[in-house]
């Protein structure tokens, strides 16, 4: 099984692992990023391995610090539109997605620490760091069945309800 993991945002963390080992983690631009996932997946498809793109869905958050700036708050509105972008490039590629909720990844690891963790020894990022803690935790979760990942949906077709 292939997952992918995106932390979106302006830098967009990314990271893929095959049957839970780390092959990437890196930050990307979220058009690169998309990229990738599409490279990724038909790799994927002519050997016939599924495929799992997570994405952290900051939409899920149940509540933000309200003592956080305006700038700030304007950069949480950008993620939060950033997660409907992503959502919509699975759905219209076809793909198997799972939506996170932030409070459900193990974040902000030290480099040290996600080291120690995944075994990744190549220079990250915070973000690339989250998006592949959040394979990492998930891919153990989906392969005992705690996590059921569902069927990619139909692609719409423009004019249809």
Known sequence: MILIGIDTGVKTGFAHSIDGVLQEVSTQSILSAQDKVLDIRNEAAQSDVNLVVCIEDVRKRKWVDPSIGSERLKGVGSVTRDC?????????????HILVPPAYIDTKRKAK?????????ARTSEHARDAGMMIY???????????????PKPIKKKGSK
Not at 84 to 96: D, K, P, V
Not at 113 to 121: A, S, Y
Request: with cysteine.
């Open 84 to 96: 409907s972008i992503w959502q919509e490039f699975c759905e219209r590629n076809g793909l198997r």
């Open 113 to 121: 620490d996600f080291e120690m963790i995944t075994g990744w020894t």
């Open 137 to 151: 935790k998930y891919h153990r979760l989906i392969e005992k069945g705690v996590v059921d990942v569902p069927a």
